[in-house]
């Protein structure tokens, strides 16, 4: 019984970091979507979350003094390409297609990928009201992602890129939960050197694009700070609920972040559909609870 008090405990302090995460997620992308993104803007506000988030590295570095080998080492690098082509494909996708259809359309399709990927390949065993959870919050995602009826762009590139960004979801959450709890990487650490090295992957591409740069600098400078400074918080809150807590559990929850996004895509962006988001979210909400529960 105390057993399973803990369990529970725990489980749900992995979730509460998970909600909150979800709010600064939705945000970040907002702003990023606002603002037009691409390349440019990719680099800048990664260089700005590798200066932001140095000092943090290296006091975790010095603290927990962590044995970093060679899995380490091709984990991290398996890391930075998969978030580099994560960023990429959903800045393709906020340029091809509206925030309420791309957003839903990555957010959704990812975990529901990573949450059948960590059943087959890690083993875990969630049960049957934690399915019903995950399959009520992927269903709530989908309904969600149907296309405005006032969309203005090409809606099968952005379903396309929609589905490529949560396919990379997918990876990334399974490398992750690998990385942080197979190898021990500190999350604060993995996140870093996943910033820095995709500062330094991007960095020749950025530099033909000088002027690019310069221009998006002053256009969007506060929109680069803040997802500069925002984008590492919810992957740092997420990679520490999966320390203790399977990622089949986690990466459906992670989706509350879909419901916020919608109310901003909908009220700040004027993309309406209000009438099949009511449902939508009344389904993430219950799929939550039964997250939770179960």
């Known amino acids: ?19 909150a995460a979800g709010f600064v997620h939705a945000g970040w992308n907002y702003l990023a979507k606002r603002s037009g993104g691409g390349l440019v803007f990719i680099w800048l506000f990664t260089l700005v979350s590798a200066v932001v988030y140095a000092p943090l590295a290296v006091f975790i570095w010095i603290w927990l003094q962590p044995s970093i080998g060679l899995p ?8 930075i390409l998969i978030h580099a082509s994560y960023f990429l494909l959903l800045q393709r996708g906020y340029r091809a297609g509206d925030f309420s259809l791309v957003y ?5 399709s990812g975990p529901a990928l990573a ?3 960590a059943i087959l390949f890690f083993h875990e065993r969630p049960s049957v009201i ?10 709530g995602v989908f309904l969600l992602a149907g296309a405005s009826p006032r969309a203005r762009v090409n809606r099968k590139r952005a379903v396309g890129y929609g ?13 992750d939960k690998l990385a942080v709890s197979s190898l021990l990487i500190p999350p604060v650490l993995l996140v870093f050197t996943a910033d820095l090295g995709r500062v330094l992957l991007l960095c020749p591409l950025a530099m033909r694009r000088w002027g690019e740069v310069c221009r998006e ?4 400078r506060r929109e680069i700070l803040a997802v500069g400074a925002l984008c590492p918080l919810p992957y740092i809150l997420v990679l520490t609920a999966l320390v203790t ?12 972040s879909i419901l916020i996004g919608a109310v901003m895509g909908s009220r700040w962006l004027s993309e309406g559909d209000s009438r099949r988001r009511i449902p939508a979210a009344a389904a993430i909400v219950m799929g939550l609870v039964a997250l939770a529960i179960g």
Do not use: D, K
């Open 104 to 108: 839903p359309l990555a957010r959704g």
């Open 130 to 139: 934690a399915i019903l959870g995950g399959v009520l919050v992927a269903s």
């Open 115 to 117: 949450m059948v990927a």
């Open 217 to 220: 600098w002053n256009l969007h």
């Open 245 to 256: 807590t399977p990622v089949s559990y986690i990466a459906p929850a992670r989706e509350v």
């Open 72 to 79: 380490q080492l091709a984990c991290i690098c398996c890391v």
């Open 1 to 19: 019984m105390a057993n399973r008090a803990r369990l529970l405990a725990v489980t749900a302090f992995a979730l509460s970091l998970v909600l």
């Open 163 to 175: 589905l490529l960004t949560g396919a990379s979801i997918a990876i990334y959450t399974l490398v």
